[in-house]
């Protein structure tokens, strides 16, 4: 019965994993693909699971059905999931939001809190029942909950797996919820079989059982599945014609047809739209930068060329060729399988050389210089968008251009109003620029505002009779780009306009572990779409590390007098310490998630990766340290230990980043650099692992309840963990940056740490206390 458990309890894990990847990714898409939103989620997540492990799980101490109890949860857990990921697709329809409109950080907060309450909190319960029942068949008390999260945690590295290299790429979610509820229903049928003639409520759960497994093969059979994978589809899409729906490693595409005419979505925002597409921007992104350059003749396109650019740069008879870098084979692998005279011309064309690669390591690799570069990524929405705004990215572009050549970039603009945070955004970008080009000019505009930049001082002495002159002489014909519109975009007016609007905007340079253009957009859109909390944002973006390190010394010294009158004090060193360790497990997760996607743009073809080998190593800390536990004299010791361990690992390891970056980055190296990623991940994960079965046991020194201490350890660390999702997600990371926010959990550890060792003796029972004080 005990193995029988042990599988149960894996089970339990790996559907736990599964079910966030799989509600993640629908999330995402639903959310625009904005990278931050996984803290958000995550958090919400962990906090739900720990009410769930702490009150619903309290209760499987005294319960003498706790088999029963524990397969009931489980059954409701897998009929949840697939009802979350239905109620995922049509969000925007329940909150009344149009297709391709973005959702807003407080939405995305209660939205995804509420869909995946049932699931999580099922799960959560989960927990303590394992704890409960493993106890029960195995005679242990204090070393139970150990070993039930080290399972768990295997159970979660298999899931990562094979939700990564099987699940997502060969099944849609409904075909993997379905599996995913067999899987639990043939569990639970093992797990009750041996009590089969016992008594009427075993009975009935294994009828229960059957009939589900029964259910599920008749839905595979009919294709009952892939219905409702359509149907969801279609309500998401409020009824358009959708003639294509696909995930690739790189995100979601949907394609919508419309009389002839396509609009390819992606990640739920218009990204493409074909033959016709929307020629007054692209007509001011392309002519503009090509009439202020005197011969253009090498161009290079980074994302976004197919759909009207391409066609338009090759008005200009001096071009001779074009480079067109895409990240996403899939987009154009759908771009010819819908095709439109426009794209096909465009990616026929023998001038067009197209490579499928991340476009900042294409820039890395080749040899080649151009004169203009053009960025197809209009705002540092995401931070695989920020990336090509970043102090280091300009540098890297300035190595390939030629002498006077060109950077062309957009960001979001208006000549009616700008806000704080769109003159934050702007000005951020401007001041990064600034940092490696000797010469900026910004063309203002409605919607977009447009930037060259360069080391020729010519670009920015162009004026109006310029352009027209080269306008004329290159016979362009154009829409939109006539002499008129010429003369008021380059008006002098709008140039001193938006020059006063830089002045008074953010002096902040944007880099790749300081992601501050990422915020500054996120603050954007929070202000278009919940104004009401624009002051917060406007909050967070005074948080400096010296802020923290005032809060931190005032803390101290707050605690020390609090403590020198306090004389009885609650067991909270260990609780704390826990709730600690998990913000810094979280903040260490996120760190890991938004550096890789920093420097490679592709983490979510990795993310199963780098969250198994978090969790493996886990695995390993709890698994070594709940096998030597029945022979620890000395807990309260080790744990200390461990909690120092884990605040030099704060303060150290985003310094070995930023070296293997320097020494490590190049495309040769790329291999190591990934290694590193993992093992940074083990090792993070070993050290987060190592403390649960210590404070476990530790914790069970004036308790006898193994449930309610399990529920209230496990809680401690998902609490922490919901902290660590939000606050590092929205604040720290994009504001503080890689190196500020590994010194802040530093320093938070710093508090617990020293709470844990300034409490009373003999406050957890027996645990050596003062043998290691002496």
């Given at each position: 019965m005990k193995r029988r458990i042990c599988i149960a309890v894996l089970a339990m894990g790996f559907s736990g994993l599964v079910?966030?990847?799989?509600?993640?990714?629908?999330?995402?898409?639903?959310?625009?693909?904005?990278?931050?939103c996984i803290g958000i989620i995550l958090a919400n997540w962990l906090i739900i699971e720990a009410f769930g492990?702490?009150?619903?799980?309290?209760?499987?101490?005294?319960?003498?059905?706790?088999?029963?109890?524990?397969?009931?949860?489980?059954?409701?857990?897998?009929?949840?999931?697939?009802?979350?990921?239905?109620?995922?697709?049509?969000?925007?329809?329940?909150l009344g939001i149009s297709i391709g409109e973005s959702i807003g950080l407080l939405t995305m907060f209660y939205s995804s809190f509420l869909i995946l309450l049932p699931v999580s909190l099922l799960h959560g319960a989960l927990f303590s029942f394992s704890c409960r029942m493993y106890s029960m068949f195995s005679g242990?008390?204090?070393?139970?909950?150990?070993?039930?999260?080290?399972?768990?945690?295997v159970g979660t590295i298999i899931g990562g797996i094979v939700c990564t290299y099987l699940f997502i790429p060969y099944l849609h979610t409904f075909q993997v919820s379905l599996w995913l509820a067999v899987l639990n229903v043939i569990v639970c049928l093992v797990l009750l079989s041996p009590y089969w003639e016992t008594g009427l409520l075993q009975k009935t759960m294994l009828f229960i059982l059957s009939g589900l497994l029964f259910f599920s093969g008749y839905v595979f059979s009919?294709?009952?599945?892939?219905?409702?994978?359509?149907?969801?589809?279609?309500?998401?899409?409020?009824?358009?014609?959708?003639?294509?729906?696909?995930?690739?490693?790189?995100?979601?595409?949907?394609?919508?047809?419309?009389?002839?005419q396509y609009i390819f979505?992606?990640?739920?925002?218009?990204?493409?739209?074909?033959?016709?597409?929307?020629?007054?921007?692209?007509?001011?992104?392309?002519?503009?930068?090509?009439?202020?350059?005197?011969?253009?003749?090498?161009?290079?396109?980074?994302?976004?060329?197919?759909?009207?650019?391409?066609?338009?740069?090759?008005?200009?008879?001096?071009?001779?060729?074009?480079?067109?870098?895409?990240?996403?084979?899939?987009?154009?692998?759908l771009l010819r399988e819908f095709p439109t005279p426009l794209t096909e011309s465009e990616l026929n064309d023998r001038r067009v050389t197209i490579t499928h690669i991340d476009g900042r390591l294409f820039l890395k690799t080749t040899r080649n210089t151009?004169?203009?570069?053009?960025?197809?990524?209009?705002?540092?929405?995401?931070?695989?968008?920020?990336?090509?705004?970043?102090?280091?990215?300009?540098?890297?572009?300035?190595?390939?251009?030629?002498?006077?050549?060109?950077?062309?970039?957009?960001?979001?603009?208006?000549?009616?109003?700008?806000?704080?945070?769109?003159?934050?955004?702007?000005?951020?970008?401007?001041?990064?620029?600034?940092?490696?080009?000797?010469?900026?000019?910004?063309?203002?505009?409605?919607?977009?505002?447009?930037?060259?930049?360069?080391?020729?001082?010519?670009?920015?002495?162009?004026?109006?009779?310029?352009?027209?002159?080269?306008?004329?002489?290159?016979?362009?014909?154009?829409?939109?780009?006539?002499?008129?519109?010429?003369?008021?975009?380059?008006?002098?007016?709008?140039?001193?306009?938006?020059?006063?609007?830089?002045?008074?905007?953010?002096?902040?340079?944007?880099?790749?572990?300081?992601?501050?253009?990422?915020?500054?957009?996120?603050?954007?859109?929070n202000a278009l779409l919940a104004p009401s909390l624009s002051w917060l944002f406007r909050q967070f973006e005074r948080i400096n590390i010296?802020?923290?390190?005032?809060?931190?010394?005032?803390?101290?010294?707050?605690?020390?007098?609090?403590?020198?009158?306090?004389?009885?004090?609650?067991?909270?060193?260990?609780?704390?310490?826990?709730?600690?360790?998990?913000?810094?497990?979280?903040?260490?997760?996120?760190?890991?998630?938004?550096?890789?996607?920093?420097?490679?743009?592709?983490?979510?073809?990795?993310?199963?990766?780098?969250?198994s080998s978090f969790m493996a190593g886990a695995a390993c800390g709890a698994m070594v340290i709940t096998n030597v536990l029945p022979r620890l004299k000395h807990c309260f010791k080790l744990f200390v230990k461990i909690?120092?361990?884990?605040?030099?690992?704060?303060?150290?390891?985003?310094?070995?980043?930023?070296?293997?970056?320097?020494?490590?980055?190049?495309?040769?190296?790329?291999?190591?650099?990934?290694?590193?990623?993992?093992?940074?991940?083990?090792?993070?994960?070993?050290?987060?692992g190592s403390q649960f079965p210590l404070a476990n046991k530790i914790y069970l020194g004036n308790s006898t309840s193994v449930s309610k201490t399990a529920g209230l350890v496990y809680a401690s660390d998902l609490l922490g963990g919901w902290l660590g999702g939000i606050v590092g997600a929205v604040v720290l990371l994009p504001v503080l940056g890689l190196v500020n926010t590994c010194v802040t959990v530093g320093l938070l550890k710093m508090a617990s740490f020293i709470v844990l060792t300034t409490e009373p003796k003999g406050i957890y029972g027996e645990v050596n206390y003062e043998e290691y004080v002496s």
């Open positions: 079910a966030e990847i799989l509600l993640l990714r629908e999330l995402l898409i639903v959310f625009s693909g904005n990278e931050l492990c702490f009150y619903l799980g309290r209760h499987a101490e005294n319960s003498n059905t706790a088999l029963e109890t524990f397969t009931a949860i489980t059954i409701l857990f897998s009929v949840s999931l697939p009802a979350a990921v239905f109620l995922t697709r049509i969000l925007k329809s329940i242990q008390d204090a070393s139970s909950t150990g070993r039930v999260y080290v399972y768990e945690t009919t294709s009952q599945v892939d219905n409702l994978h359509h149907f969801s589809i279609k309500t998401q899409w409020k009824n358009q014609n959708v003639v294509h729906y696909q995930n690739s490693q790189y995100g979601n595409i949907c394609i919508i047809e419309n009389q002839g979505f992606l990640d739920g925002i218009p990204d493409i739209i074909t033959p016709i597409p929307d020629l007054a921007f692209i007509e001011e992104f392309i002519h503009i930068p090509l009439l202020a350059h005197p011969e253009p003749a090498n161009l290079l396109i980074l994302s976004g060329g197919a759909g009207g650019i391409i066609n338009e740069a090759f008005k200009h008879e001096s071009i001779e060729a074009i480079e067109y870098a895409e990240l996403d084979p899939l987009l154009l692998d151009y004169d203009l570069i053009f960025i197809g990524v209009m705002e540092p929405s995401s931070l695989q968008a920020n990336r090509f705004f970043t102090k280091e990215f300009f540098s890297i572009v300035k190595k390939r251009l030629n002498k006077g050549g060109v950077l062309v970039l957009g960001l979001p603009g208006s000549l009616m109003y700008i806000n704080e945070e769109l003159k934050n955004l702007n000005s951020c970008i401007f001041r990064t620029l600034e940092q490696v080009f000797s010469y900026i000019k910004v063309l203002p505009g409605d919607g977009k505002n447009i930037f060259l930049s360069s080391d020729s001082q010519d670009i920015s002495t162009i004026d109006q009779k310029q352009i027209i002159d080269r306008l004329y002489l290159r016979n362009i014909r154009a829409n939109v780009i006539v002499p008129w519109h010429i003369e008021r975009k380059l008006h002098h007016g709008w140039q001193d306009w938006f020059s006063r609007i830089l002045e008074g905007g953010s002096q902040k340079v944007n880099s790749d572990f300081n992601p501050v253009g990422l915020f500054y957009s996120i603050s954007n859109w010296k802020i923290i390190g005032l809060a931190f010394v005032f803390w101290l010294f707050f605690y020390g007098f609090f403590r020198l009158k306090q004389k009885r004090f609650p067991r909270a060193g260990i609780p704390l310490s826990i709730i600690t360790t998990g913000f810094a497990g979280m903040i260490f997760d996120l760190m890991l998630i938004f550096t890789f996607q920093s420097i490679y743009g592709y983490v979510f073809s990795w993310i199963g990766l780098l969250v909690e120092l361990a884990i605040i030099c690992f704060s303060f150290g390891w985003p310094f070995v980043f930023l070296i293997a970056n320097a020494y490590l980055s190049n495309p040769e190296r790329f291999f190591l650099f990934k290694i590193l990623f993992l093992v940074i991940s083990f090792m993070s994960g070993l050290l987060i």
